[in-house]
């Protein structure tokens, strides 16, 4: 009777995690193009995440708009469940900011040497300003920190408390 109980509660605690680590992700991927948005009305970027999403996709006039900012605000929120997925998978085990800082800068190389010839509005990194490239490749530092730290934390968080539950 206690072992179902111990297996029902192992099954809890990592579904839990699990659902954690994706509202991180989602949660990761609003703030991330909140602050893209910011860096790009502020001139610090000249490629805003819409040329990325919808307009590599759609010419529509909504694009242009404050609706095509909500809808890409939600759209990078919900590419971010999977980005966190992929984390979780592979890297939670490691506890380390760094991990995260080079996630970061791995997924920063996927979008802009290898997603790049989906999105037909983007320049080439080539074709990019200085700063642009520096500032997206600090966004991504920041959203990969973020959503690295936040999952190993939430893990060796969980473990540590499985632990300290049974040393009682």
């Known amino acids: 009777m206690e072992d179902k109980k111990l297996e029902q509660n192992k099954q809890e605690e990592s579904s839990t995690f699990l659902g954690r680590s994706l509202l991180t992700g989602f949660i990761g991927?609003?703030?991330?193009s909140l602050l893209g948005l910011f860096m790009y009305y502020f001139n610090f970027?000249?490629?805003?995440?819409?040329?990325?999403?919808?307009?590599?996709?759609?010419?529509?006039?909504?694009?242009?708009?404050?609706?095509?900012?909500?809808?890409?605000?939600?759209?990078?929120?919900?590419?971010?469940?999977?980005?966190?997925?992929?984390?979780?998978?592979?890297?939670?085990?490691?506890?380390?900011?760094?991990?995260?800082?080079?996630?970061?800068?791995i997924l920063w190389a996927i979008v802009f040497f290898v997603l790049q010839p989906i999105f037909v509005n983007v320049p080439s990194v080539s074709e990019l300003e200085l700063k642009s490239i520096i500032s997206t490749i600090c966004l991504y530092i920041l959203y990969g920190t973020f959503i690295g730290y936040s999952i190993s934390f939430d893990y060796h968080d969980s473990i540590l408390s499985k632990t300290t539950k049974k040393e009682e």
């Open 29 to 32: 991927g609003i703030i991330a």
């Open 45 to 105: 970027m000249e490629v805003s995440a819409k040329s990325f999403l919808l307009r590599s996709w759609t010419t529509a006039r909504w694009t242009d708009t404050w609706l095509g900012e909500l809808v890409t605000i939600v759209l990078i929120g919900i590419i971010s469940i999977g980005v966190a997925l992929i984390y979780y998978g592979v890297f939670k085990k490691i506890y380390s900011i760094w991990m995260g800082v080079v996630y970061g800068i």
